[in-house]
């Protein structure tokens, strides 16, 4: 949203100084590119510096966690799915647990135009 329409975080800083700061509201926002957030909204020059009561950082499932995506996946095939995906849900919802692991790459990792395509480069560039 904010990479869309840069004026966002002077929206939300406004309409807190104005209206929300004194009341019972919470403003939550999230996203998956902390560098973005910590850089582009929560910096000391920006426009919602300062303005944060706390943080929270979710961490990647861990390994059992991950493996309940997979309930048909042999241990095998569920040890490789996590080495490829990790534990990050959204990775994780993006494989169709009906197909092998092998189909799985194809489908969501080696094709262009599908989510995890791009994030290989999208990582290596943060």
Not at 52 to 57: E, M, N
Not at 117 to 123: A, G, N, P, R, T
Request: charged letters at 20%; one cysteine or more; glycine letters at 6%.
């Amino acid at each position: 949203m904010c990479k869309s329409n840069k004026s966002i975080p002077s929206i939300l800083q406004n309409i807190w100084d104005a209206q929300l700061e004194d009341s019972n509201i919470m403003i939550v926002l999230c996203g998956s590119a902390m560098s973005f957030i910590e850089k582009e909204l929560l910096a000391e020059k920006n426009p919602l510096y300062g303005r944060t009561t706390g943080i929270y950082k979710m961490k990647e499932m861990g390994f059992y966690e991950a493996a309940r995506f997979f309930p048909n996946y042999s241990e095998k095939d569920k040890i490789y799915a996590y080495a490829v995906l990790g534990g990050i849900p959204h990775y994780l919802s993006q494989w169709n647990p009906e197909l092998s692991v092998g189909e799985n790459i194809k489908r969501n990792i080696l094709t262009k135009g599908c989510t995890l395509y791009s994030e290989v480069e999208f990582l290596l560039h943060k």
